[in-house]
């Protein structure tokens, strides 16, 4: 076999990251060179709005320096958080993201508050697998994919339904505790039971059981988990157990909602 075959796949996409020489013996061909992939890993959007909705929370984390947020992501992942996004807005995003998902393939990762395809084109190329706006971009939204999730960011029914009928597997729900919390999600569950919600904004760790009852798949904890203070002070500790613990109230939410809806 030749040597080829062993190395990772190469291609030529529009963004780079981590490029990894390869051994000196190969020789390669030159456009080859341009940029490394990790190897395919086996996913759909289907598969990762399992991930998801077997979670029940997704981790969304900004930071104000790739190392921060590269030490923030590996606690929390750490501590059992198995779906994390990143905000794009952090520095050196794709960067970081694409190094998470080398350390952890088995971890869903995403990038948040994405607001054009070229984002969303280099979040895929990093490796996420999902990514989430706090509105419809409907640019990405029409750009159907075969392995990026897309969830828009919705208020309204009208904005439900038609992201829905666009063709989204679920929607965000935003911001949900300025609008009326658990009782929002539970009221616009009753004419969209069939559509999947996540509740995003302003949640607390203690409130995750609640929004998992009133309907919700899931919902994003950010400052619940990346304490403003404790990520300035890079204090990662303290980010691990509270990562802790927002995943074991996932995990208690979700367990309770498959007894009382099994299968
Ligand atoms: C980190 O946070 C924990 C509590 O969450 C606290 O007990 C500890 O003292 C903090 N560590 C530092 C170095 O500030």
């Known amino acids: 076999m030749s040597l080829l075959l062993l190395l990772p796949k190469f291609s030529t996409p529009t963004s780079c990251f981590n490029f990894v020489p390869p051994p000196p013996q190969v020789t390669i061909r030159p456009h080859a060179l341009r940029c490394y992939h990790s190897p395919p890993s086996i996913s759909t959007p289907e598969a990762t709005l399992t991930n998801i909705v077997n979670s029940g929370v997704i981790a969304c984390l900004r930071a104000q320096s790739p190392d921060v947020a590269l030490e923030a992501a590996r606690a929390a992942i750490t501590a059992g958080i198995s779906v994390l996004e990143i905000v794009v807005s952090t520095p050196g995003v794709f960067e970081v993201l694409h190094q998470v998902v080398q350390d952890f393939p088995t971890t869903t990762l995403g990038v948040g508050t994405v607001l054009n395809t070229k984002d969303a084109e280099n979040a895929k190329n990093a490796g996420a697998k999902f990514i989430t706006s706090p509105a419809i971009v409907k640019d990405i939204l029409d750009q159907e994919s075969d392995d990026l999730l897309y969830i828009p960011g919705v208020m309204t029914p009208t904005e439900i339904l038609s992201s829905y009928n666009a063709g989204a597997k ?11 919390g ?5 009221t616009l569950k009753k004419p969209f039971p069939h559509i999947p919600m996540v509740a995003s904004q302003g949640i607390t760790t203690d409130s995750v059981g609640a929004y998992i009852d009133g309907g919700a798949s899931a919902v994003v904890l950010s400052d619940a988990i990346f304490d403003k203070k404790a990520i300035s002070e890079r204090n990662f500790t303290a980010i691990y157990h509270l990562a802790q613990l927002a995943a074991l109230q996932g995990n208690a ?4 909602k498959e007894k009382i809806y099994p299968g």
């Not at 658990?182 to 539970?186: P, T």
């Open 170 to 180: 679920i929607v965000k729900v935003y911001p949900v505790s300025a609008i009326g």
């Open 182 to 186: 658990v009782q929002y999600i539970a």
């Open 253 to 256: 939410a979700v367990k309770r």
